[in-house]
């Protein structure tokens, strides 16, 4: 590993199906760097291949040619398990799992071995605004509040790079600013590396340093968000 | 003596199939006139049901004069048979045919071959062969509901599955508790069946038993040996299951497949 090594770096990224029918390709010969506290937004219309991307950075998806480098290194040789417990991932959706939201935010570490405890637990679900909410059942939260506890829910791993796959495109106008605010604030008080995929343009500018334009799986720009969105 | 009532047993079971043939195409007839569309295929139904079952009656008899281990390799080409009954059912899961067959083959063959062992199966064609049939046929059941619910379970909970992989849950694990829930729903047949045995229903193989002259008393025993069987066969065979299924739904990268 090199010291000047980007902390994620997306390498000539392609993934083609095979169909019956013909292969179809959904992604083509991506690639970008980013160094620490970098946030790249990934903009473009539906099926332009954007979850695509960012579920094989942490390989939900299997890429069929390039590769993924983590600090440097090949995430093709490391453990899944652990990849992902490094590069953690929120979704559109929460996806909570039935039970307390303290279960929730406890699920993360127990993967590895790590029991948090209470206060532990108290701590990150503070951090995402809910303080007192640990004994809550997940099915009485609102959309906004399951948001928040899924995102608590992947810091508990303390993951070097952070997957944001529309956290709000699926909450009402006032969560959705909320979870912006809640999402940019915590990015950049812990400097962390992140892939935010959004298609509203403003939300980009206002959120991320790069800029990765996606149509029909392909890249039609990359650059600062300076160059790209605010000319 | 013997002889003649065989001879009347065989004429009075004919007619009594006639009769009973000739009702349910009246009764077809009647529906189809209602618009119902089973007129034209109920006699073909009914020729091709009774065809099946004499064959099998002729075969029985044939091999009741052999030894009784006949009986085992016809109660295995039954698994098999079973096994493609179950992929059908669930011809998106990769591998269901294997699958089915090894689950069946630790669950139903496993029990049967336990039971024989222990003689509360007796070694005879006339007992291993329907039992044996019925507790495969019971056995398929449950491991297709089981199979089937499994994939509902997955297909409906994509996004918590890949939630939990994607905080490193490994993948048996991440489907843990759909495999449970499917284990559970899958049996309650077969534990409804024990819970209401006798009370609502007096199972075929008893009022069998009966009507050849067994003890009621003995038929009931064994009519409760045999739920208790399906119920056995039944668990191992969906707890294998849940062993060796999260290996097809998940890729050696634990992802989770697409399930079309
Ligand atoms: N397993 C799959 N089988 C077939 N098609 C797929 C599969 N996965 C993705 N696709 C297709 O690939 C394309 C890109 O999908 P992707 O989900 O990455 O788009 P997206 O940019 O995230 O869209 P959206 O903004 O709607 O979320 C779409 O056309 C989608 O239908
Ligand atoms: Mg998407």
């Known amino acids: ?32 760097r980013l160094d620490q506290g970098q946030v790249l937004a990934v903009l473009g219309p539906s099926g332009a291949g954007k979850s695509t991307l960012l579920r094989m950075l942490n390989r939900l998806d299997e890429p069929s040619s390039g590769a993924v480098l983590l600090q440097g290194a090949d995430t093709r040789e490391m453990d899944p398990r652990n990849l992902r417990r490094r590069v953690g ?49 997940v099915a009485t ?13 992947a810091l508990a791993n303390q993951p ?21 605010r ?25 959120v991320s340093d790069l800029v990765l334009k996606l149509e029909a799986g392909q890249a039609v720009g990359f650059g600062t968000s300076q160059e790209l969105l605010h000319a | 003596m013997l002889d003649l009532l065989f001879h009347t047993q065989m004429s009075l079971g004919l007619g009594q199939a006639a009769a009973v043939a000739v009702l349910a195409i009246i009764v077809a007839q009647f529906a189809a006139r209602r618009g119902a ?13 009774i065809v099946q079952i004499l064959l099998v009656g002729f075969l029985i008899a044939a091999m009741l004069r052999g030894p ?67 507790v495969i046929a019971q056995n398929m059941n449950i491991q297709s509901l089981f199979l089937n619910r499994f994939l509902g379970e997955v297909r409906s909970h994509r996004g918590e599955i890949e939630s939990a992989l994607a905080l490193g849950a490994a993948p048996e694990h991440a489907a843990e508790s759909y495999l449970y829930a499917s284990f559970h729903a899958s049996l309650i047949p ?68 697409r399930l079309t």
């Not at chain 2, 899961?93 to 062992?117: E, H, I, N």
Request: net charge positive; glycine share 8%; proline share 5%.
């Open chain 1, 1 to 32: 590993m090199t010291t000047n090594a980007a902390v994620l770096e997306a390498r000539n990224l392609s993934r083609t199906l095979d169909q019956p029918g013909g292969p179809k390709s959904l992604l083509r010969n991506i690639g970008f």
């Open chain 1, 89 to 137: 991932m929120v979704m559109q959706q929460a996806y909570l799992f039935p039970g307390a939201a303290a279960a929730n935010v406890r699920y993360g570490p127990a993967q590895h071995g790590i029991i948090l405890n209470d206060s532990q637990v108290a701590d990150l679900i503070q951090q995402v605004g809910m303080a007192g909410y640990q004994d809550r059942d």
């Open chain 1, 141 to 153: 939260l609102s959309g906004g509040e399951a948001q928040r506890i899924s995102i608590a829910r």
């Open chain 1, 160 to 180: 070097e790079v952070l997957l944001l796959d529309e956290p709000t495109s699926a909450l009402d106008d006032v969560s959705k600013q909320e979870i912006e």
């Open chain 1, 182 to 206: 809640l999402l940019a604030t915590l990015v950049r008080e812990r400097n962390m590396t992140c892939v935010w995929v959004t298609h509203d343009v403003a939300q980009a500018r206002r």
């Open chain 2, 37 to 49: 569309k089973i007129g034209r295929e109920i006699p073909l139904v009914l020729l091709r049901g």
């Open chain 2, 68 to 134: 009784w281990w006949t009986g085992i390799p016809v109660l295995i080409v039954m698994i098999f048979i079973a096994a493609t009954i179950v992929r059908r059912r669930v011809p998106e899961l990769p591998g269901a045919y294997t699958l089915s067959l090894l689950c069946m083959a630790a669950g139903a063959g496993g029990v049967l071959t336990v039971m024989t062992l222990l003689g509360i199966v007796e070694p005879k064609i006339i007992i291993l062969i329907p039992v044996g049939s019925m």
């Open chain 2, 190 to 257: 077969a534990i409804d069946n024990l819970r209401s045995l006798g009370i609502v229903w007096i199972p075929g193989m008893m009022a069998g038993m009966v009507l050849s002259g067994t003890s009621p008393i003995y038929a009931a025993l064994y009519q409760f040996v045999i739920l208790s069987m399906i119920f056995i066969a039944g668990a191992v065979s969906c707890l294998t299951a849940t062993y060796l299924v999260p290996r097809r739904i998940f890729t050696p990268q634990q992802q989770l497949r």
